[in-house]
């Protein structure tokens, strides 16, 4: 049974002991299935996608598609319609960014103090994060009833919170923020749990204050979790739909209409799959482009510091 395991078969029928093979070798052989079946999962929609790009193809059609070169692409880049998207895509990223670090930084902060109960309060800050997303922009569709609504009953007054084309975009970007800001909670509660008590102990014989031990140990201390974790709410909230598209399908009158939701309706609404492919790809290339760029500002910071 150990010979068995230990010893392997050449293309000349010669054995091979896997204890002659080196460790990189070995390691190379292990991982090499596995790297396989990974990259055919990754790369063959990518593939697919790119391919459809170039095509008129229909989502549901059994015609073989004809060959378009750019003219997807040139169709959307002319278009009002994705530039308006494209823009309120950026809007809503940002906001819901700076949302859920502003509102997890603090709670992550209050989460580090020791009271009473803290343990539970955790676990109660994750609901949101735990909680379905179907069953979550369900609650907050009854919450935002125009009629009937209790968010409009607190208020006094009829807000139309997913009617109204000015107040829409505001409305998704507080659910998203909910639903997002546990994820920088956790975070940054690992973060300041990492930090040595030792360099608040020797700010605080300096005789820093609160707000000075924050700005000078909590701050720096959390920046390599800042840097992934920016980064992550970024991606998230680029590529998310499912609450933009269940809360408002992307109106009133196109005023949520994010990317991602350009991207459903062009193929499943207008069934039009190689036009939906060129965004999908317009969409990656966005993506790594601002990956790019921050990557690029934070060795710049790294440089300076």
Known sequence: MGKSTEECFDKSGHRIHWRHLS?????V?????????????????????IVLSFTDAPLVSRSQPSFMGLTN?????????????????????????????????LTALLLNLDFPGRGVLRGLVLIPWAVPEVAAVMVWNWMFDYQYGVVNSLVNTQVGWIIDASVAPWTVTIVTIWKQFPLATVILLAGLQAISRSLYEAAEVDGANTFQKFVHVTLPGLKPVNTVLVLMLILYTFKRISIVYLLTGGGPARATEILPITTYLEAFKYFRLGS???VGILCLILTLIITGVYSVIVKRGEGNA
């Not at 460790?23 to 390691?27: M, V």
């Not at 052989?29 to 996608?49: G, K, S």
């Open 23 to 27: 460790i990189k070798t070995s390691s």
């Open 29 to 49: 052989i292990l991982i090499l299935p596995a790297a396989i079946v990974m990259a055919a999962v990754i790369l063959y929609p990518i593939v697919t996608t």
């Open 73 to 105: 692409y040139l169709n959307w880049l002319r278009n009002p319609d994705f530039w308006r998207s494209l823009a309120l895509t950026l809007k809503y990223t940002v906001g819901v960014t700076v949302g859920s670090y502003v509102i997890g930084i």
């Open 276 to 278: 939906s492919s060129a």
